[in-house]
């Protein structure tokens, strides 16, 4: 990525495994570092260590929960890059050549995990110099398929190339709203062999698109509520879009992802599309289980938020909206 003329922040080229190794690296970048699982994804393995004297232990809780979750103990370590931005590029790609969707913005986040998602974000300009960044990097490796670029950016306003992540984002849908198009079947005729459909020519933003992720957890303390979804009502209407697999009856269980439905609105403008959003919100039903839908509305009316003030420490910055407003 580096060689393709993507900002990537100091850290190992290669996943470590071995501590002497890790805190040597870690010296090496200067603290705060953050460390990551090299398997991981949905925030697990991931820790932020401050100091010297933290980081054995960490890297040793990090390792555990990765050996755990994917069967793989080795780490990346890399600079952190604190009160930062997460944003990143939809890229499609067919072995050959490669164009990107715009971007994605992701800041709000529990356990460095995506709650909500906005795009566009980027002015103009920005989104062209890091999106002919992320093309060139697919390109340079031959990607196939679909794939999204995530970084971070300070605020200085320079970015960071964190990772790739080559598969369908929970978050694609807000893409596909500003763009009109279908990524999952785009890569489905990729995956089939065949050449992209589309030139970067043919790509265009339209409006602007906001996606919830109501996941069955307490509002307040973001504990999973597994159990009986007894009544469910999905919103609708113009500009609403659900994805779910919820329905009345339906078991939530306690030992996968707290995921339970997506919530999406458009509009021609942010301000419209954050209105539009709670609204639907209000007319969601989960009858049995705790959601996030009451944290979701709070964020959504809070004032930092409509003007744009987001950064990824953003609920630990905002902490009356995890106190149920108290």
């Not at 980081?55 to 890059?81: H, N, P, T, W, Y």
Request: proline share 5%; net charge negative.
């Amino acid at each position: 990525m580096s060689e393709a003329g993507i900002p990537v922040a100091r850290g190992t080229e290669e996943p470590v495994s071995s501590p002497e190794d890790a805190s040597e690296v870690a010296k090496s970048i200067g603290f705060p570092v953050m460390i990551k699982a090299a398997s991981g994804g949905g925030g697990i393995g991931m820790q932020v260590v401050e100091k010297s004297s933290d980081f054995v232990s960490a890297l040793r809780m990090c390792q555990s929960r990765a050996k755990s979750a994917f069967g793989d103990d080795r780490v990346f370590i890399e600079k952190f890059v604190d009160k930062a931005e997460h944003i990143e590029f939809q890229v499609v790609a067919d072995g050959t050549s490669a164009i990107h969707l715009g971007e994605r913005f992701c800041s709000i986040q529990r356990r460095h995990q995506k709650i909500i998602e906005e795009a566009p974000w980027l002015n103009e300009e920005e989104r062209n110099d890091i999106g002919s960044r992320v093309v060139a990097g697919a390109e340079a490796i031959g990607y196939t398929g679909l794939a999204t670029f995530e970084f971070l950016k300070n605020s200085d306003g320079e970015f960071y190339f964190m990772e790739v992540n080559p598969r369908v984002q929970v978050e694609h849908t807000i893409t596909e709203m500003i763009t009109g198009l279908d990524i999952v079947s785009i890569g489905i005729q990729i995956a089939s062999g065949g050449e992209l459909p589309i030139s970067q020519d043919d790509v265009e933003w339209n409006g602007h698109a906001i996606q919830a992720r109501i996941n069955a957890e307490n509002p307040v303390t973001l504990k999973p509520s597994p159990g009986k979804l007894w009544e469910c009502h999905l919103p609708g209407g113009p500009g609403v879009r659900v994805d779910s697999h919820a329905f009345s009856g339906y078991d939530m269980p306690g030992s996968f992802d707290s995921l339970l439905a997506k919530v999406i609105a458009w509009a021609p403008s942010r301000e419209e599309a954050i209105d539009r959003l709670d609204s639907a919100l209000d007319e969601a039903i989960f009858l049995g289980l705790d959601t996030l839908i009451p944290l979701h509305k709070a964020i959504l009316d809070e004032q930092d938020f409509r003007e744009r003030r987001i950064t990824t420490d953003y609920l630990s910055t905002h902490p009356r909206l995890l106190s149920g407003g108290d």
